[in-house]
């Protein structure tokens, strides 16, 4: 019933941007926290951004003033707007959506992006 599609990684030169879309089936977006997470080889997925239902964001100290997470709930669609991209940016990036009490976290399959320098 929960599905997750990430689109819009590929590769880019340092200094660019790029705009990742996650788009949700399901009823989730007014319940749920959704994110972005990035796990480059070799290291532990971690959060880059998130965004609660009632319009709260939280990022990664890494990407802070550079990447902007914002949501179309008309279209359930999550967004990460990245820009002055370095190669330490280079990592697969997820989707997520967290569900509370009890616990849920649903994935997507990831998005590539590759930050050439």
């Known amino acids: 019933q929960v599905q997750l599609v990430e689109s819009g990684g590929g590769l880019v030169q340092a200094g660019g941007s790029l705009r990742l879309s996650c788009a949700a089936s399901?009823?989730?977006?007014?319940?749920?926290?959704m994110g972005w997470y990035r796990q480059a080889p070799g290291k532990q997925r971690e959060l880059v951004a998130e965004?609660?239902?009632?319009?709260?964001?939280n990022y990664a100290d890494s990407v802070k003033g550079r990447f902007t997470i914002s949501r179309d709930n008309a279209k359930s669609t999550l967004y990460l707007q990245m820009n002055s991209l370095n190669p330490e940016d280079t990592a697969d990036y997820y989707c997520?959506?967290?569900?509370?009490?009890?616990?849920?976290?649903?994935w997507g399959q990831g998005t590539q992006v590759t930050v050439s320098s």
């Open positions: 965004l609660t239902s009632g319009g709260s964001t």
């Open positions: 997520a959506a967290t569900l509370f009490a009890p616990f849920r976290r649903y």
């Open positions: 399901g009823s989730i977006f007014s319940s749920n926290v």
